[in-house]
T-cell receptor, first 110, second 112 residues
Framework: GQNIDQPTEMTATEGAIVQINCTYQTSGFNGLFWYQQHAGEAPTFLSYNVLDGLEEKGRFSSFLSRSKGYSYLLLKELQMKDSASYLCAVRDNAGNMLTFGGGTRLMVKP | SQTIHQWPATLVQPVGSPLSLECTVEGTSNPNLYWYRQAAGRGLQLLFYSVGIGQISSEVPQNLSASRPQDRQFILSSKKLLLSDSGFYLC???????????FGPGTRLTVL
């Protein structure tokens, strides 16, 4: 099975940098996804890591260490609109299923 | 381009009533299809997924069922709703073989 842990809530200041961590223990691994979900809306894809290292996409970056079962999402130059839940998800070996963590609710304050 | 539709957007149903939620995808063929449920303030729980017409895999035993009568149509049903069935139901699709999943707008179900 899959076990995925993320902090429940985080607070950060507009313009700052925040790092959201995700740890996983899985029976299989074939990639890790980060999604953003605003309240009442569907999740939207942010990033994907399958190899170790950092993937950068504008203000957002995601890091993966497979040996440590660890990933983080880094958000730079925070904006008020970044207030949302951030979901970490691990894909199984067959590639058909994602298992989601409980999500981290980020509140950006002025 | 691909789009995914869900309806209804919101639904209020009494305990013991039946349920039918529909999801359709446009602009792609033979997608993998998924049903998730999200309780308030929680993560996504995978309920069912399908890799083809008539092929349904269930992840969580409960009083829900799913069907895929057509390639791009996925239906979530229940014969008798429970209070615990309340939540935000999301349909998603992906290209077979494990690409990212794209989510529909969701259905917010309240069982009273």
């Amino acid at each position: 099975g899959q076990n995925i842990d993320q902090p429940t809530e985080m607070t950060a200041t507009e313009g700052a940098i925040v790092q959201i961590n995700c740890t996983y223990q899985t029976s299989g691994f074939n990639g890790l996804f980060w999604y953003q979900q605003h309240a009442g809306e569907a999740p939207t894809f942010l990033s994907y890591n399958v190899l170790d290292g950092l993937e950068e996409k504008g203000r957002f970056s995601s890091f993966l260490s497979r040996s440590k079962g660890y990933s983080y999402l880094l958000l730079k130059e925070l904006q008020m609109k970044d207030s949302a839940s951030y979901l970490c998800a691990v894909r199984d070996n067959a590639g058909n299923m994602l298992t989601f963590g409980g999500g981290t609710r980020l509140m950006v304050k002025p | 381009s691909q789009t995914i539709h869900q309806w209804p957007a919101t639904l209020v149903q009494p305990v013991g009533s039946p349920l039918s939620l529909e999801c359709t995808v446009e602009g792609t063929s033979n997608p993998n299809l998924y049903w998730y449920r999200q309780a308030a303030g929680r993560g996504l729980q995978l309920l069912f997924y399908s890799v083809g017409i008539g092929q349904i895999s269930s992840e969580v035993p409960q009083n829900l069922s799913a069907s895929r009568p057509q390639d791009r149509q996925f239906i979530l049903s229940s014969k008798k709703l429970l209070l615990s069935d309340s939540g935000f139901y999301l349909c998603a699709w992906s290209v077979g073989g494990g690409a990212e999943q794209f989510f529909g707008p969701g259905t917010r179900l309240t069982v009273l």
